[in-house]
């Protein structure tokens, strides 16, 4: 089976936590999202440049890397703001139907 990447979506699930007060680890969900992007989306967002333009603020950025259906792509974003109080982790699901349905 011969996927192009340009017809899938990729459907992501965006969660932002916080540290909970008083510890150093510990992080509880605040926020949950989840909606369907294009390549141009997720390219934008998974750009090198992106990564290190963030990088440079003072924030950490790590992309975990896997196989996917389309080639060997970022799987999973995570996000610390410069305070490292506050952590986004951005999944993506890819080649979905703009409906979300699987393809």
């Known amino acids: 089976m011969n996927?192009?990447?340009n017809t899938c979506y990729t459907r992501?699930?965006?969660?932002?936590?916080?540290?909970?007060?008083?510890?150093r680890t510990v992080w509880e969900l605040i926020e949950s999202e989840?909606?369907?992007?294009?390549?141009?989306?997720?390219?934008?967002i998974t750009n090198d440049?992106?990564?290190?333009?963030?990088?440079?603020?003072?924030?950490?950025?790590?992309?975990?890397r896997g196989y996917?259906?389309?080639g060997y792509l970022i799987t999973?974003?995570?996000s610390k703001n410069p305070n490292k109080n506050i952590k986004i982790v951005r999944s993506f699901n890819w080649c979905i139907n703009p409906d979300g349905s699987k393809k």
């Open 3 to 5: 996927i192009e990447l």
């Open 12 to 23: 992501m699930t965006k969660k932002v936590y916080q540290l909970k007060a008083g510890t």
């Open 68 to 70: 996917t259906r389309v």
């Open 49 to 64: 440049e992106t990564l290190r333009f963030f990088r440079r603020l003072g924030g950490s950025e790590y992309a975990l």
């Open 34 to 44: 989840i909606s369907n992007i294009t390549k141009e989306q997720y390219t934008s």
């Open 76 to 78: 999973e974003l995570i």
